[in-house]
């Protein structure tokens, strides 16, 4: 755990920290309804909006590469934050287009920042708060003074079409954001973070190995119930420990933005933490789990819809693959998404 702030009166606020400056997203255009689903699947429409609040998801067309999404959500984070250019770039994926080398350093080169520091992190779910995280580090450590995080998933490429305990729930999707130095007093300092994993459920979400399953398709399974009630309780727990550092009650917090896997888990988390239930953002209605994406996605529809707005207080939670967890908080700044389709 480590918090940017530091108890000394008077000398919290000139301590250096990393600053959200810059948010994007790219959604591939074609989306598939709950009915448009393959009647082999054997689900309906009311199964999946109950269970899931899922109505649709995104899904690329096979041209579309993840790094084609990274760059577009990468550059229209730039945009947002009025930037050409940045010190680093942290990619957060699970679906690479491509086993070695990491996609980073391309879509770096693509996005024209140069000879930049830049790499994968493959935390599933909870991969744009590690991506996050690390990018902070690499800022506050004075290493850079920006970086761009990016999270970007085509999860179409690897869940089974005719698994319906995966199918109906994931899309695709990307999101960024950009971060710059600055100071703890400004509003979009990253305030606290909380970064966890517990390797002895890898197997509850997971895509074998050659060797685990050296024949047939290796498809991505998830372990849906067991996985529910983890997510429930860590991501819970992650939260609360970014509030007690940043000594924010519950009824303070203004966005609670936790991956955007399913409804009742939100609903639930917000529900244990104490938090006014208007402040929990939950919009996967239209996108469904875009894992590492989800987050950057769920905060540029927040702001759309008005419901994260610049001054409140803002915890950022999730949970996946690993399993691994984490929990960041910001007090939400001034700035203006920047989205588009591709
Ligand atoms: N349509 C219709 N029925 C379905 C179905 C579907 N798409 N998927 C599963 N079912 C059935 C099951 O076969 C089961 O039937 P049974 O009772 O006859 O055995 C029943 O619905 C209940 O299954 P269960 O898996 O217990 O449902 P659930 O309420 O837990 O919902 C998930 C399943 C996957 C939506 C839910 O567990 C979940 O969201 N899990 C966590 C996801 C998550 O947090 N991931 C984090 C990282 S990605």
Redo the contacts with the bound molecule.
């Keep these: 755990m480590h918090t940017a702030e530091t108890a000394s009166p008077g000398g919290r606020h000139e301590k250096p920290a990393a600053v959200l400056a810059g948010l994007g997203t790219c959604l591939p255009t074609t989306e598939f309804d709950n009915a448009s689903l393959p009647t082999q699947?054997?689900?309906?429409d009311e199964?999946?909006r109950t269970?899931?609040g899922i109505a649709a998801r995104r899904r690329a067309a096979p041209s579309v590469s993840m790094r084609d999404l990274a760059c577009e959500a990468g550059a229209n984070a730039l945009r947002s934050a009025g930037l050409d250019t940045v010190g680093g770039l942290v990619l957060a994926t699970t679906t690479p287009d491509r086993p070695c080398p990491a996609a980073a350093p391309e879509v770096a080169e693509r996005l024209g920042l140069g000879q930049v520091p830049a790499f994968d992190i493959s935390s599933?779910?909870?991969g744009f708060v590690y991506a996050t995280t690390v990018a902070a580090s690499l800022i506050t450590s004075g290493i850079v003074d920006s970086v761009l995080v990016v999270a970007a998933e085509l999860y179409s490429r690897i869940v089974d079409p005719l698994d319906?305990?995966?199918?109906?729930?994931?899309g695709d999707g990307a999101g960024a954001v950009v971060l710059r130095r600055g100071t703890a007093a400004e509003q979009g300092a990253l305030l606290a973070f909380d970064l966890g994993s517990d390797g002895s459920g890898h197997r509850l979400?997971h895509v074998p190995g050659e060797r685990e399953q050296p024949e047939g398709p290796r498809w991505f399974t998830?372990a849906?119930?067991?996985?529910?009630l983890?997510?429930v309780e860590r991501m819970t727990a992650s939260a609360l420990r970014v509030m007690k550092d940043c000594a924010w009650a519950p009824e303070t917090i203004g966005a609670l933005v936790p991956?955007q896997?399913?409804s009742?888990?939100i609903e639930a988390v917000a529900e244990r933490l104490g938090v006014p239930p208007q402040s929990a953002v939950c919009e996967l209605a239209r996108v469904g789990?875009t894992?590492a994406a989800s987050i950057p996605l769920a905060l540029a529809d927040a702001l759309t819809t008005n419901q994260l707005k610049p001054g409140a207080r803002t915890v950022l939670t999730a949970?996946?693959?690993g399993l691994s967890w984490g929990s960041a908080a910001l007090v939400w700044p001034q700035l203006k998404a920047v989205r588009s389709e591709f």
């Design positions: 699947l054997d689900t309906n199964w999946i269970r899931t599933v779910c909870s319906r305990s995966t199918a109906v729930i994931f979400i998830m849906g119930r067991k996985v529910y983890r997510a991956h896997a399913n009742r888990i789990n894992a949970f996946g693959g």
